[in-house]
């Protein structure tokens, strides 16, 4: 906390001023003290965009969470479909990582017998997505069933394909999650870093990138940092989660995320990071907060 000439915190110092004033000018000075501080205590460093994840505050009505988003210091809310798009307008929030196509986490592109209806899906939400002045959506590989590695990247890749003009032509890039397959979604086929980045070579367009989440990626192979590092030009999201448990990410997990954050900031990254993680404790969003001074990273 910077210090004035005497010794008191600029919080002090403006509180000392409210107190000695407010006889002459009203309780409106202090009124507009306590808005300073709370300017004070929210104010971001701005090496990193901020982000939460909807379905982790499903409890708190959306508008809500819009208002203690803009408190927080957070710019986006994500996957949310287009029906809930105009809320975040209205307080002036974008959604980094929206949704609104496809068939869900287990039925995705590595199914040949999916594609024309996943296609379709995807070219039907592309244009909705550029007009709200998004630039990503979220896509995912689905789950296995019996498929190996190197078939599901080439069926995913002849999918993904298809809508790689479409998605040029509105500016939004399909982003694939990395998820665990060990606790969360079993026989998930997007569960390593390699396999994503084998099906973004294969694909070979800058309109298709990767979603890495820090918890699944944890549980599935560790070495966070490095892989971060190395894999940094095909990722274009990353989401947080504490290990294990996929709650708070403090002191009570086993990651250590200003490192981790101070990684993806030195690789010269610009998108988002949202937080994912399930708030065990009564004040969720005081948690949420935690969690986005944790990843503030200067």
Known sequence: MEQDQSGLSRRTALKFVAATTAAIMGNSL?????????????TLKGKVNHSVCRWCYESIPLEDLCKAAKNIGLSSIELVGPEEWPMLKKYGLTSALPWGAGK????????LKLHDELVKSYEDVLPKVAAAGYTQIICFSG????????QGIKNSAIGLKRLMNAAEKHKVTLVMELLNSKVDHKDYQCDHTEWGVALCDEVGSDRFKLLYDIYHMQIMEGNVIA?????????????????PGRNEIDESQELYYPAIMKAIVDTGYKGYVAQEFIPKRPDKLASLKQGVQICDVA
């Open 30 to 42: 202090i009124d507009r003290v306590s808005a300073a501080e709370a300017v004070l205590e929210t």
């Open 227 to 243: 892989n971060i590092r190395q894999y940094s030009k095909y990722i274009s999201h990353f989401h947080t989660g504490g290990v």
């Open 104 to 111: 869900g986490i287990g039925q995705g592109f590595n199914d």
């Open 143 to 150: 789950n296995r069933n019996g498929l190996d590695d190197e």
